[in-house]
């Protein structure tokens, strides 16, 4: 019989038909272009390849000669180096889907069993950063204090080489809550999500976008409670909890979605979720529908919402890190486009993965990998760019590794825009 499972996998034909979709072609065996399979390119094991896993979960499927089922050490070993990149996903011939694949074994093996230590502390990132933010000083001064910083990071299974990114100092959301409703009355409303790692970590990037999106002519709203996708759990199997965190924001932004508002989503694998996971955990949802076909990138609703708006010229060159989510689900085109508009000569790496990939680079067991995968050619490409070349990258894991590794600033698109938009864009960052 089929087992259950939390995806619906219907694309697939359900998960045995998912197991079946590997024919072995090898295309995850080359090192030389896209995505897929950043863990085959820096390790040359066929077991670490799109197709080695692809073969270790058919058998799991037979049940012979890997007997332990879901609970079986050598699967969860394959997928232990997956980046869950979704690479593959884009760059298969038959779209093999490895990261939802993983997500699912590793819910099954998992169940009532303890997950490894990152699982709580690095996947339950949604819980510990909101009590980091009510003493935000407090808790940067702990994270990089000499001694007791690295002592955190070991307890909690992060590489000492690692940085925790600085909880900031005032969260976006607190910020837009306090501050005056700018523009006319009668402007078309759209929603901004703002996800964990952005109200936290980067609030810069949602300010920037609530600037260019007032000056396109939109009237900004931010859900009210604290929403999560759920991105960093499907990385552990926290299917069911990932579940919970999704009917949660549906029963929040159900009624705005069902009026036609448009959401636009900052953090590409957030936005990833709504297209790809979350028709796939909820397949009969209809406010699952909706907001799938309705959240857009900001390139994407600036290109197809925005009326005749033009962005605020830019110019000079650019080099671009696009997010492996973006690239697999949704696509670079809008962005680049809209960069070619506002006079960029932006370049899109092809560069894969960053290495990063959520929390996987900042596990200690995955560090050497991580920096491998970005080693390959992304940060070599950022570390050659001139010091006028601006570097872009939206996705807050790609941004961290560039950082961390390179001492470059890269910008994401909302900060260059608004920048541009008041005449103070720093290209030397």
């Not at 976008?209 to 396109?216: D, G, I, R, S």
């Not at 990833?272 to 990138?297: K, Y």
Request: glycine share 10%.
């Amino acid at each position: 019989p089929a087992p259950r499972t939390h995806f619906a996998f219907a694309e697939e034909g359900g998960w045995q038909g998912a197991m079946l979709r590997c024919v072995g072609v090898g295309k995850c065996r080359q090192t030389t272009t896209g995505i897929m399979c950043p863990s085959w390119m820096v390790t040359g094991e066929e077991a670490h390849s799109t197709r080695g896993r692809a073969r270790l979960l058919f058998e799991l499927l037979q049940s012979d000669p890997l007997r332990a089922g879901w609970r079986d050490r050598h699967v969860r070993d394959a997928l232990d180096l997956c980046l869950a990149c979704k690479g593959c996903k884009r760059d298969c011939p038959t779209s093999v889907d490895m990261a939802s694949y993983k997500a699912e074994f590793l819910a099954h093996h998992y169940r009532r069993r303890l997950r490894p230590r990152t699982a709580y502390t690095i996947g339950l990132v949604h819980w510990t950063v909101r009590l980091a933010a009510r003493a935000p000083r407090l808790a940067n001064a702990a994270a990089q204090a000499p001694g007791l910083g690295g002592l955190a990071r070991r307890l909690a299974g992060i590489a000492p080489q690692r940085r925790l990114p600085a909880v900031a100092a005032e969260p976006f959301t607190r910020w837009f809550r306090r501050r005056a409703a700018p523009g006319p009355a009668g402007r078309p409303p759209v929603l901004l999500f703002a996800d964990t790692f952005t109200n936290h970590f980067h609030p810069d990037a949602a300010r920037a976008a609530v600037q260019v999106l007032e000056a396109a002519g939109f009237a900004v709203r931010v859900p009210e409670r604290p929403l999560c996708c759920g991105r960093p759990l499907y990385d552990f199997g926290m299917l069911d909890l990932a579940r919970r965190q999704l009917r949660r924001l549906l029963a929040t932004l159900g009624p705005a979605l069902r009026a036609g508002v448009p959401v636009v989503g900052l953090e590409p694998s957030c936005l990833a979720v709504f297209r790809d996971e979350l028709p796939n955990l909820l397949p009969g949802d209809a406010d699952a529908r909706l907001l799938a076909g309705g959240s857009f990138t900001l390139a994407e609703l600036l290109a197809g919402h925005a009326g005749g708006w033009r962005p605020p010229p830019i110019g000079g060159r650019a080099i671009v890190q696009g997010h492996c989510h973006q690239q697999a689900v949704i696509g670079m085109e809008a962005d680049l486009a809209l960069l070619r508009a506002a006079g960029v000569d932006a370049e899109l790496l092809d560069a894969g993965c960053c290495g990063m990939a959520g929390a996987f680079g900042f596990e200690a067991d995955h560090y050497q990998v991580a920096m491998a995968v970005g080693e390959r050619r992304l940060l070599p490409a950022v570390r050659t760019a001139g010091p006028d070349t601006l570097v872009l990258a939206d996705g807050f894991s790609c941004r961290t590794q560039i950082e961390q590794a390179t001492g470059r600033h890269p910008l994401h698109l909302a900060e260059a825009l608004a920048a541009a938009l008041g005449g103070g864009l720093s290209r030397t960052g």
